[in-house]
């Protein structure tokens, strides 16, 4: 599924969490305007929002269900994208030059 840019998007973080699947994380209670994502932090110390269907939550720590990434698109009005999966109000996409990354669905309209 393709879609258009309406509303432009920089990434806020440089330096995203990667987590593999079956590591172990710590989640944190944190405020997010966004349902269904919770704050984690892996092994190394790096933190970062993680879709919370890709963890399994034990007390404050949780076991990474699937490979993980939070790299986000810088995205303007008008790019072209595709869609390779949805979740909790974002979607991983990929653009015309091969990068994959998040961006928020509202910022996008459907082709």
Same mark, same amino acid.
């Given at each position: 599924?393709? @879609?258009?840019?309406?509303?432009?998007?920089?990434?806020?973080?440089?330096?995203?969490?990667?987590?593999?699947?079956?590591?172990?994380?710590?989640?944190?209670?944190?405020?997010s305007?966004?349902?269904?994502? &919770?704050? @984690?932090?892996d092994?190394?110390g790096?933190?970062?929002?993680?879709?919370?269907s890709?963890?399994?939550?034990?007390?404050?720590?949780?076991?990474?269900?699937?490979?993980?990434?939070?790299?986000?698109?810088?995205? &303007? &009005?008008?790019?072209? +994208?595709?869609?390779?999966?949805?979740?909790?109000?974002? +979607?991983? @996409?990929?653009?015309?030059?091969?990068? @994959?990354?998040?961006?928020?669905?509202?910022?996008?309209?459907?082709?």
């Open positions: 599924m393709n @879609c258009k840019v309406t509303k432009s998007y920089r990434s806020a973080y440089s330096d995203p969490i990667r987590l593999q699947s079956g590591s172990i994380v710590t989640w944190i209670n944190r405020e305007d966004w349902q269904g994502w &919770v704050w @984690c932090k092994a190394s790096k933190e970062g929002w993680v879709p919370e890709f963890i399994e939550k034990d007390g404050g720590r949780a076991t990474v269900l699937r490979d993980y990434v939070a790299a986000e698109l810088t995205v &303007v &009005v008008g790019d072209g +994208l595709e869609i390779l999966s949805e979740e909790a109000g974002w +979607l991983w @996409c990929k653009n015309d030059k091969g990068a @994959c990354g998040w961006v928020p669905k509202e910022n996008v309209e459907l082709e």
